[in-house]
């Protein structure tokens, strides 16, 4: 099929799944609510569904207004949708940030040794003794009823409105960089400021991910909107590409999380 080289081939079981939900609503003209997307599993819907014979419109929601992680629905263009059909859940709980000292990969590993899958968990947000888990509905009364421990420090939830969520503040920082090729390690070098051989071994290992997947590619071939992270070192993106130099680099935009 033609769209699958817009793609890498990684990708292909999603774009089948996409494909298959987008099916269903223009069968049924009943509205699909999925689980929770990354932001380019969110932009492979889009265009996706754009491509669509039928009219149909493509609805996300996170719970706050800088979400990340969204649940999308895709449903018919005359079809409204309200925050309830996203059927999201607020947890909030507390510690003694004095006495403990807890993160984003504790929350989240507390949430999985519970048995769920990652695709029901939304943002989670962990700072100054408050922890707030987006979840799917669903889910919330078994979350609630067994996570009562993170890093052997107790922990109590309870049921917010999503209005009382904390919003995050995003602030992408932009430059510009002269790269001698669009490959993953050379492109990580110039943002993070590495020699290139410590980039290399940094992907090989399994410290870089790809569009919220891990890649032990350094070879890979980066594209513009591609989303990098690097652990320890924190996230960015590859803005765009500009074009090639006199020299024969070529000239690229950009950003890293602050």
């Known amino acids: 099929m033609e769209i699958y080289q817009h793609f890498r081939k990684d990708e292909h079981p999603f774009i089948d799944q996409t494909l298959s939900w987008i099916d269903h609503v223009e069968k049924t003209y009943q509205k699909k609510v999925t689980d929770f997307l990354d932001p380019r599993e969110q932009q492979i819907v889009d265009m996706l569904t754009g491509t669509s014979m039928e009219e149909l419109k ?6 706050s207004n800088n979400a990340e992680r969204k649940r999308v629905i895709i449903a018919p263009m005359y079809e409204e949708m309200t925050e309830a059909d996203f059927h999201l859940t607020l947890m909030q709980g507390s510690y003694h940030e004095k006495f403990v000292s807890l993160g984003h990969r504790d929350v989240m590993g507390a949430f999985l040794s519970l048995g769920i899958k990652r695709q029901k968990l939304g943002d ?3 700072e100054d003794g408050l922890i707030q888990m987006i979840m799917a509905e669903e889910i919330a ?11 052997k420090t107790s922990i109590k939830l309870e049921e ?16 510009s960089q002269i790269v001698s090729s669009l490959r993953l390690d050379t492109v990580i070098k110039a943002i993070y400021n590495l020699s290139r051989k410590n980039a290399s071994e940094l992907v090989t290992k399994g410290l870089v991910k790809v569009n919220y997947k891990v890649t032990v590619d350094p070879k890979l071939v980066l594209e513009a909107g591609d989303m990098l992270s690097l652990r320890g070192k924190g996230r960015s993106k590859l803005i765009g590409i500009n074009g090639r130099t006199k020299k024969d680099n070529i000239s690229i935009t950009t950003a890293r999380l602050k």
């Open 124 to 126: 989670i947000l962990v």
């Open 141 to 151: 009364p078994y979350v609630l009823t067994n996570l009562r421990a993170i890093k």
């Open 58 to 63: 493509v609805h996300q929601h996170g719970g």
């Open 160 to 175: 917010q409105p999503l209005s009382s969520v904390v919003e995050k503040e995003v602030n992408w920082v932009e430059s």
